[in-house]
């Protein structure tokens, strides 16, 4: 059989054609999640700027001032430092478990972001079960601190894994029952949705309002779920020299450092996106997308989005103070205090929140 020439050339550029259309494809793929990447870091040196120079405030003293323009790139220099000292490994630990440990924190924590509505559409992954999924994905990241833990061969390390994943389970179950009572509320699961059944009544009808004590629940485990003083038991320096961190150095004890306050962001932005109306203004029956014509104008559209993202980000940093002013507040719990608190407190409190939330959901229809 004679394959004529211009069709092998024709059958040539038709694959060649198709496989340049794949790698766009996987570009494009790639494009938005390393955008996210990227907005993650940048608000986490924001963040490290932000509380020491908060702390510095309420200690009275200078915070840092030398690295680049009021002291704004020492979070850069910090990790640096750390990208260039030694890695060691305990003689006698598992290295597999001590090497996993910390990827396994900041992964975890990394995926969360994917179900956050930063702005009007502009979500990574707008899921059903979106807030679940975060729950499910945040629980991960204890299962690496007692990896961690184990893995260092060390009993002060090994005592923080335990206190981590100790503090985990108990902070978790308050939280998701908080979680919960949001999702009746707006009648889904979607980060997206709860949102939007905010933004009808404007200011008040943020589910601040209408989940007060749901509120205060959820700001209490989420510090204790980001370990924040006073619930830094699985690190206690005057206990347990630094917890699961104590044989880390380099850029593994540089993982847990980000991991830390990768949680504190997604907790404080999943407050913003639940409780605080997420992207819209607090104007009542006018969302973002209707003041900016988001469905005519284009040039609407991108301000729109770019307003959105504003907006929730100013709402975050703003609820960021309190847990940076409680870190010198508030002095630290004792374990069993902890575990008290968790169990005997929060726990029915939630489930009573729920309880009369659902009650209400049903006299209302």
């Not at 905010?198 to 959820?218: A, D, V």
Request: net charge neutral; hydrophobic share 50%.
């Amino acid at each position: 059989m004679i394959i004529d020439t211009t069709t092998v050339q024709a059958i040539n550029s038709f694959s060649r054609l198709k496989s340049l259309n794949e790698v766009y494809g996987i570009i494009w793929m790639l494009v938005p999640i390393l955008t996210l990447v990227l907005g993650i870091t940048i608000g986490i040196l924001v963040i490290v700027w932000l509380e020491r120079e908060i702390s510095a405030g309420i200690q009275q003293r200078i915070g840092p001032e030398y690295a680049g323009p009021f002291g704004v790139l020492q979070a850069l220099a910090d990790g640096t430092k750390l990208l260039f000292k030694e890695n060691l490994f305990p003689s006698r630990g598992d290295t597999r478990l001590f090497s996993i440990g910390p990827s396994i924190a900041v992964i975890s924590t990394l995926l969360s972001y994917s179900v956050i509505p930063f702005g009007y559409h502009f979500v990574l992954a707008d899921l059903n079960i979106g807030v679940f999924l975060w729950i499910a994905i945040s629980s991960i990241a204890p299962i690496g601190l007692l990896m961690s833990g184990y893995g260092s061969n060390n009993k002060y390390s090994f005592l923080g894994g335990l206190r981590a994943a100790a503090q985990s389970i108990s902070y978790e179950i308050p939280l998701t029952l908080c979680v919960l009572s949001i999702s009746l509320l707006s009648n889904s699961s979607s980060t997206v949705d709860i949102v939007e059944a905010q933004s009808k009544y404007g200011f008040g009808g943020w589910n601040l309002w209408r989940q007060p004590i749901g509120f205060i629940i959820f700001f209490i485990s989420s510090l204790a779920e980001c370990e924040r003083l006073p619930f830094d038991l699985p690190e206690a320096e005057e206990e347990l020299v630094a917890g699961y961190q104590t044989e880390y150095s380099g850029i593994k004890f540089g993982l847990f450092y980000v991991a830390s306050y990768l949680n504190l962001l997604v907790s404080s932005l999943f407050v913003a996106v639940l409780y605080l109306g997420g992207w819209n203004i607090s104007i009542p029956y006018i969302s973002v997308p209707e003041f900016f014509d988001f469905e005519i104008n284009k040039v609407g559209r991108v301000f729109g989005t770019t307003m959105g993202i504003l907006i929730t980000l100013v709402k975050t940093y703003l609820f960021l103070f309190i847990p940076i002013t409680t870190r010198w507040t508030l002095p630290r719990l004792r374990m069993d205090q902890l575990l008290n608190l968790g169990w005997k407190f929060l726990l029915p409190i939630s489930l009573g929140n729920l309880l009369l939330t659902t009650s209400s959901q049903l006299f209302s229809l």
